[in-house]
């Protein structure tokens, strides 16, 4: 089973975003800061991050940097409310494989997964 570690400050969504990600059959953990995102994946390994870029603490570019400074395995998916192509184009130059908006359509973001997790399977 693949395992997906999302990583926003909205709880509420991580609840939501968690509880479909389990439904359709992956497992799922989340964390609400960059920090404990970058202590988690230091412990654990994942096969996907959902990546927030705005959060307090440490944004998601500066976890995107320190995810590829430490070599960690994952792919990454940006998901934003903050959607810009500055901060797609910077994400994607950072190691992100993808880059979707919120409010997300569930079908759209699972057929995302799907496709960044099939790359290099």
């Given at each position: 089973?693949?395992?997906?570690?999302?990583?926003?400050?909205?709880?509420?969504?991580?609840?939501?975003?968690?509880?479909?990600?389990?439904?359709?059959?992956?497992?799922?953990?989340?964390?609400?800061?960059?920090?404990?995102?970058?202590?988690?994946?230091?412990?654990?390994?994942?096969?996907?991050?959902?990546?927030?870029?705005?959060?307090?603490?440490?944004?998601?570019?500066?976890?995107?940097?320190?995810?590829?400074?430490?070599?960690?395995?994952?792919?990454?998916?940006?998901?934003?409310?903050?959607?810009?192509?500055?901060?797609?184009i910077d994400s994607a130059k950072m190691g992100a494989s993808d880059f979707i908006s919120k409010p997300y359509d569930f079908d759209e973001l699972l057929i995302?997964?799907?496709?960044?997790?099939?790359?290099?399977?």
């Amino acid at each position: 089973m693949e395992k997906i570690l999302i990583v926003d400050d909205d709880i509420n969504l991580c609840n939501v975003l968690k509880e479909e990600l389990q439904e359709v059959g992956y497992e799922t953990d989340f964390v609400v800061e960059g920090d404990q995102a970058l202590n988690y994946l230091s412990d654990k390994q994942v096969d996907l991050i959902l990546l927030d870029l705005k959060m307090p603490g440490k944004d998601g570019f500066e976890v995107l940097k320190e995810i590829g400074e430490k070599n960690i395995e994952a792919k990454i998916i940006v998901l934003t409310a903050y959607a810009d192509v500055k901060s797609a184009i910077d994400s994607a130059k950072m190691g992100a494989s993808d880059f979707i908006s919120k409010p997300y359509d569930f079908d759209e973001l699972l057929i995302t997964i799907r496709k960044v997790l099939q790359k290099d399977a």
